[in-house]
Structure formats: C-alpha cells, structure tokens
C-alpha cells in the first residue's frame, strides 16, 4: 500500500474493487522500504474479509467529511475494507517479512510519536485523532472492548519498522481497546504525504485486546482520510512537510488508487487545536 522509501521500491499490481495485493517480489534487506518517495505507488486491497457498506434502517454512528470542502453526513454503514499494505508490521508476510509489533509488550499505548521504550519523539505537527466504533447489526451501537491498531508514515513519508529493517523502530504504531462509548484517541503527528497517495492513516479491527496479537484475527482493516485543504495549508506552514506540499499538489482523492471510488466513509472531521497542534474525530462502522 504505501510505497517507496529511500532504499528501494515495490512493484504492486491492481486488481478487484481497489487493488489486490500483488506479490512483492524477494525482497533482501536492501530492498525494505519506507513509503516515501515513488511517483506510481500503488495500494492493493486485502480482500480477506471484505464486507460492503450496507446501511443499516436505523444508526446513530453519523460522521462528516470535508474532503474538498463540501460537508458530507453519512448514513450507518459498514466502512470499506481497504489494504494493509506492504508495512502494517502486524504478523502478516508483507513485503516479505513477518515482523509484528502486535506481540511486543508495550503496544497498548495511546501516545504512539516514540518507539516503544524509547523518550525520543519523532518529529511533525502534533495531532490527535479519536476513533469511534460502532455496530451495524445492533443499530450502530458502540462497541466497547473492541481493538483497534493504527499506524501511518512520519512527515517525510516513511514507515517505521521497515524502513530500518528494525521492529525495535517501532514509532507511530499503536493499539487501544475501545472504552464504553466505542472511543479511542490516539496521541501522534499528522501524516506527510508520499508520492502517489494521498494522506492517510492505517487502521485494524480486532474483538478484544487478547485477539489483536497478529493480523489473522483482525476483522476489518480500512484507511482514514483528510481534508486536503487544511493539510495543505499544514504543510505549507512547516518545513519538515515540505515533500508534501509537492506530493499533495500532484495527486487528488479522484486519482488516488485507495480512495478513488469515494471517501464518504473514511473522512475524518479535523480541526485546529488552541495550542498550536490538530484533532480529528471520526465514526466508522463494522457488522460485528
């Protein structure tokens, strides 16, 4: 799903409803990537599990998007199964390699800008995003107990893990359990955009905290997206985001290989915050 790094470059092919993952290739130390830096990345669709977005006849799990602006309401309906991509580091044989930060102690965190054990933050715009699950088969009520792993690339475009070949580099990767509200917020940095996708966050479903331990029990995985309005203006605005400004201005939601068919589902609400960072909140729906 996301591409390139400063080391090398996958080669994904499409297929189905997004694009299927295609077969990487052996890929050797060398060969590891970030998600940074290739002008035709691609992500494919993980089809295991794929359920469709059918609304629900009553559901208070409403969210609103701005995407280009316009204000979008959505009904209660199943979010769009979406890629893992080649770095979701979650036990899977992405890109070849099983690394899988579920099983390391300490994954449990709400503050994901450090690896874990370690003080040192990576750098960006500080950004909170709170995550609200609800069920679609119980009238979009919450679901509480329920997991949640997330993960996104740092401001200049790179996946931890794999772009040092390092599971012990493990920053901006993180689970939560949902309190009783559904709710969970993640403490991070806003995503930088790498070439050939727009910005986005990563996100696994799994029942309980014990089952998200490798990505064979997860239930749903999907992506988050932005308004590309204020995260242009974020970028502009700080100069480690500086590829982004470039990568942004050469991509749209239409021509983007993940979100091209819609992002009615996955379009956070996001807002400046008094202290000089940003929020975000979204509602996303699973047939539980």
Not at 85 to 104: C, I, K, R, T
Request: charged share 10%; aromatic share 6%; net charge negative.
């Amino acid at each position: 799903m996301d591409r390139t790094t400063d080391i090398a470059a996958t080669v994904q092919a499409p297929a189905n409803r997004r694009f299927a993952l295609n077969a990487l290739g052996s890929l050797g130390v060398a060969t590891l990537l970030g998600c940074g830096g290739g002008s035709s990345d691609s992500e494919s669709t993980d089809t295991s599990g794929t359920t469709t977005g059918t609304t629900t006849s009553t559901g208070t799990g409403t969210t609103t998007g701005t995407g280009t602006g316009t204000t979008t309401t959505n009904t209660c309906a199943v979010v769009p199964e979406e890629t893992a991509g080649p770095y979701p580091a979650d036990g899977s044989n992405a890109s070849n390699n099983s690394y899988n930060v579920l099983a390391l102690s300490g994954i449990v965190r709400s503050d994901i800008r450090t690896s874990i054990g370690s003080s040192t933050q990576v750098s960006g715009v500080p950004f909170t995003i709170t995550i609200t699950l609800t069920n679609t088969n119980a009238n979009c009520a919450a679901l509480s107990g329920y997991a949640i792993y997330l993960w996104h690339c740092t401001q200049d475009g790179n996946y931890s893990v794999y772009s040092s070949n390092n599971i012990a580099d493990n920053y901006l990767r993180g689970v939560q359990a949902t309190d009783a509200n559904g709710t969970v917020t993640f403490t991070t940095i806003v995503p930088g955009c790498y070439a050939g996708r727009m910005p986005h966050m990563h996100l696994e479903v799994y029942r309980s905290l014990a089952a998200a331990s490798n990505a064979s029990n997860k239930i749903k995985t999907t992506q988050l997206a932005f308004p590309t309005a204020l995260l242009s203006s974020i970028y502009n605005a700080n100069s480690g985001y500086s590829a982004s400004v470039r990568n942004l201005a050469s991509i749209t939601f239409a021509t983007d290989n993940v979100f091209s068919d819609g992002t009615a589902l996955e379009m956070t609400t996001m807002q400046a915050n008094s202290g000089g960072g940003y929020s975000a909140h979204i509602t996303i729906s699973v047939a539980a």
